[in-house]
């Protein structure tokens, strides 16, 4: 039994503390307000660390700056957009935020990542079925794997649609040296407390200009007119970053690169020490030299002839909690089983696990496989959905130690029957 219990990837902050310092200067300046100093510095820091000669603006959370960069390209009811299916939520709920529809993307087989084909072939079928073109294309770099961009944004360029890169999961990975978020039109980074580094919640928007720039600012901070008294031509959104927040991301920004350094650190301990194994198969990025990823998480599928201890009592019974209970607030299940779900021997991997202290979780269900996006145009290979079934995630991450890493491929053998 591990004394502690090794998670996905949890927060962690700098040995020298400087989170700390930097909020103490926001409270003893009384600067706790959604701008200041701090945010101002946050975003220097941003720009300076994702080059190219971008603007940044410091959000508060990484789906705030979804919906800006989509209200920024101009997306209005009964528009569509091609997003990512193989994705979290937050890359594709904005669009309904602005009642427009999303056109699901299916994935390619060595990345995981928006399958460039098949987003030609959704953005042809689109101008043929509707008479107009998609307002947007958002990419995503699922568990911190580089998309094919050059080949995404070929096709998007030929089309003239602008791309909104969700580099949430992907903070510092790179693609032929440049960080991801700076090739499209706009880049989205997620700051949440499980991701690469942390304002406790927050996100950003890369911005192409300062002009671009002040428009996402402005509607930020409420879309307010220059008047001596609240005038509104637009509607806004109360979206900046906490000065507070700003404070700890300061101070995140110092070790950044060691968390990145980190994270590929235990990528490649599990590559070596499940490299035997047969039935498991690490994910990793091409064997091309222009793929630098951050491995945010890493990721094993299983083959599905593999037996697992205890797998015909996978989906016995119900699920407390798990990722349905963020916040504490569970969200009753209405079944056990759902029609699109991950093969019996991943669910029963993923609860010896547990049982063993060590939190594992299904890859992201396919936005196109959710009850919530039924009837949305959905572009398909299969991929997304079959890697579904057969992948897990694996703690990655600051707080995950060699020995952890260790222990948690001796827990991976021993529940393979
Ligand atoms: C985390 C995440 C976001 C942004 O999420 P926030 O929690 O709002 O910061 C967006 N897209 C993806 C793929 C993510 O994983």
Redesign the pocket.
Same mark, same amino acid.
């Given at each position: 039994m591990a004394d502690k219990r090794i998670y996905l990837c949890l927060a962690h902050m700098s040995e020298s503390g400087l989170e700390q310092k930097y909020i103490k200067e926001a409270f003893d300046n009384n600067w706790v307000v959604p701008l200041g100093p701090n945010v101002n510095a946050f975003e220097e820091d941003l720009r300076n660390f994702v080059g190219q000669d971008k603007e940044v603006v410091a959000l508060s !959370?990484? &789906? !705030?700056a *979804?919906h800006l960069a989509l209200i920024a390209c101009g997306v209005q009811p009964g528009d569509e957009v091609c997003v990512q299916s193989f &994705? #979290?939520c !937050? +890359?594709s709920h904005p669009i309904k935020y602005l009642g427009a529809t999303p056109v699901f993307i299916d994935s390619e087989k060595d990345t995981w990542n928006m399958d460039p084909d098949l987003l030609e072939e959704a953005i042809k079928d689109r101008i043929a079925k509707t008479g107009r073109k998609p307002k947007a294309i958002i990419p *995503?770099a699922?568990y911190g794997m580089p998309y094919g961009i050059d080949r995404i944004m070929e096709i998007a360029g030929r089309y003239d649609i602008p791309v909104i890169e969700?580099a !949430?999961?992907g903070f510092g990975s790179r693609y032929d040296g440049k960080v991801l978020g700076t090739f499209g039109r706009f880049g *989205?980074l +997620? #700051?949440?407390g499980n991701?690469m580094i942390t304002t406790s919640?927050?996100?950003a928007l890369i911005c192409p200009d300062t002009e671009t720039k002040n428009k996402i600012m402005w509607y930020a901070t409420q879309a307010r007119e220059a008047y001596p008294y609240y005038q509104h031509e637009a509607i806004g959104y109360n979206y900046r970053l906490s000065n507070i927040c700003a404070g700890i991301g300061r101070g995140q920004m110092t070790v950044a690169d060691e968390h990145i350094a980190h994270h590929k650190h235990v990528q490649k301990m599990y590559e070596e020490l499940l490299a035997g194994v047969p039935g498991i198969r690490m994910h990793s990025q091409p064997a091309d030299a222009r793929y630098d990823g951050n491995y945010w998480l890493c990721t094993l599928t299983i083959d599905e002839g593999l037996k697992i201890k205890d797998q015909e009592k996978a989906y016995g019974k119900a699920v407390i909690g798990a990722v349905g209970g963020a916040a504490g607030v569970v969200h009753q299940a209405a079944s056990l089983t759902t029609d699109c779900q991950p093969n019996d021997n991943v669910e029963a991997l993923r609860m010896f696990m547990d049982a063993a202290s060590v939190e594992a979780r299904p890859l992201w269900k396919p936005m196109h496989k959710q009850p919530v996006y039924q009837g949305c145009p959905a572009y398909t290979n299969g991929v997304s959905e079959s890697l579904f079934r057969c992948g897990l995630c694996l703690p990655s991450g600051p707080c995950v130690t060699d020995d952890d890493v260790r222990y948690i491929v001796e827990k991976i053998k021993e529940a393979i029957l």
């Open positions: !959370a990484g &789906t !705030a *979804v &994705t #979290f !937050a +890359s *995503v699922l969700d !949430a999961e *989205v +997620s #700051f949440n991701k919640g927050g996100g």
